[in-house]
């Protein structure tokens, strides 16, 4: 295969600090811009600034094997890699009304130097950024995303936690009688299914469709599980109004399932049931299962970093928590005092996912919501962080993603969801039903 130049922007770096391991023996090149670039993201907390620094001490290790203005051999397999000076980049041939002043524009200004001068090898610019991509093709450069923790094509084959299994009737009779119901693999392969464990499937008579139970599956050599009971006796008379939110509590109330993801629109209840969840857990008739509860979620209007704002970190936070709080008064009831009292004494806590990193948390039930917007990185440390007896619980809307880099296939959550779906330690469902209004489920369909 011709090897070809790649031309790497700062927000491939950003993303992925292992990324120049990731063009086989392929030349990469990067504008000295780029650095600089590096450079006013190094200090930041969050996943940016770890790839940023990461960046920067790989290129510093590699200066001990020759000038990285000269090129220097990333390695075995792979290619050469070599900085471009201010004085070797193209910037007359940049056309009017790209200004030299513009990181992106000078990045480009580097490709059509590396085009010039080996025009018989694909010169290829590397970038996450849309509009960078529209320019680059604009000036006549090939171009391609850099997606380094996407999973899966689309988001409609994300891993559901729910599918339909064809059996005999006389096992759902047997199921309701509480006699053990085994599913077998080669009826599974039949059906063209694949059972994961913790998979909900929903048993469906080959003689009448109608005539269905709603099971979790574990493994092949167990019988289906009956949902907990639970599910219909919570304390805080919030019941679940719809077979995913059933399913969904199934997982949080289960301590032998310490990974729970529930991915749904707005409205459908998902983050409703994991306070549910939670609070029942630990102030409710399962009390003492867990001593508090840890509630977060990503500040994507503020890069992350709250610390310039005024106020304790509950102050900072209340913002961006009021929905979790709306959720919490909802359950609670309208007296403010109690959700007041539980976060004084410690049993409700708020926590920036910034300051997240270094902790280890014990007997907790943890819940990130709008995890969406994390990224594949940010998910691993978040998750590491669990010690024992700890639950933590990932909710989110993948249609709703306000970090730039991340997308439907590529976030945090989905990330979590498609790779951890095979562990007995993770259950997942995706809510598909509206359950705030109606006007809020007519409204999430069509607008």
């Known amino acids: 295969m011709a090897k070809k130049n790649f031309i790497i922007d700062t927000n491939v770096f950003l993303s992925d600090s292992e990324c120049l391991n990731k063009f086989d023996n392929n030349d990469i090149f990067i504008p000295i811009k780029v650095l600089e ?18 960046t920067i001490k790989t290129l510093d290790s590699l200066r001990e094997r020759g000038s990285l203005s000269k090129g220097v051999r990333l390695g075995k397999g792979l290619g050469i890699i070599k900085v471009l000076k201010v004085e070797e980049l193209l910037l007359d041939e940049l056309p009017m009304g790209l200004s030299h002043r513009s990181s992106d524009h000078l990045i480009l200004a580097g490709a059509l130097a590396v085009r010039e001068a080996d ?25 391609q995303d850099y997606v380094s923790s996407q999973v899966v094509d689309s988001r409609d084959v994300i ?38 464990p913790n998979e909900f ?29 639970q599910n219909d006796e919570i304390s805080w008379g919030v019941k679940p109004k719809n077979k995913e939110q059933k399913c969904g509590l199934d997982l949080l109330l289960n301590d032998e399932i310490p990974l729970v993801s529930l991915i749904g629109r707005a409205g459908s209840g998902k983050t409703l049931m994991a306070i549910l969840a939670g609070l029942e857990q630990v102030l409710g008739a399962e009390k003492g299962r867990y001593d508090r509860i840890i509630i977060s979620r990503p500040i994507q209007t503020l890069g992350k970093d709250i610390g310039y704002l005024p106020g304790t970190l509950e102050e900072k936070m209340a913002p961006w928590m009021k929905p979790i709080f709306d959720n919490m008064q909802f359950i609670m009831g309208t007296d403010k005092t109690m959700l007041e009292m539980y976060m004084n004494r410690g049993i409700i806590e708020i926590e920036a996912l910034a300051y997240i990193r270094g902790r280890s948390i014990s007997n907790a039930f943890v819940i990130i919501d709008e995890a969406q917007n994390l990224t594949a990185h940010e998910v691993k440390t978040i998750i590491t962080r669990i010690g024992e007896n700890t639950k933590i619980v990932l909710t989110g809307d993948i249609e709703q993603i306000d970090n730039i880099y991340t997308n439907e296939t590529s976030n945090g959550l989905t990330y979590a969801i498609e790779k951890l779906k095979h562990s007995h330690l993770t259950g997942h469902v995706t809510f598909k039903k509206g359950e705030r209004s109606k006007l809020a489920t007519e409204a999430s369909k069509l607008l």
């Open 37 to 54: 670039e590096l450079d006013k993201h190094k200090t930041r907390q969050d996943s940016v600034g770890f790839h940023a620094r990461q």
């Open 201 to 229: 499937v929903m048993l469906v008579s080959v003689e009448n469709e109608k005539k269905t139970a709603i099971s979790r599956f574990i493994d092949w050599n167990k019988p289906v599980y009956h949902l907990q009971e």
């Open 159 to 196: 891993y559901e936690g729910f599918t339909k299994f064809l059996v005999d009737d006389i096992d759902i009779d047997e199921f309701y009688d509480n006699q053990p119901v085994y599913l077998y693999e080669e009826d599974a392969e039949e059906q063209g299914i694949v059972l994961h």
């Open 119 to 143: 025009p018989k090898r694909k010169c290829i610019v590397v970038s996450q950024d849309v509009n960078m991509r529209v320019i680059a093709d604009a000036l006549g450069l090939l171009t």
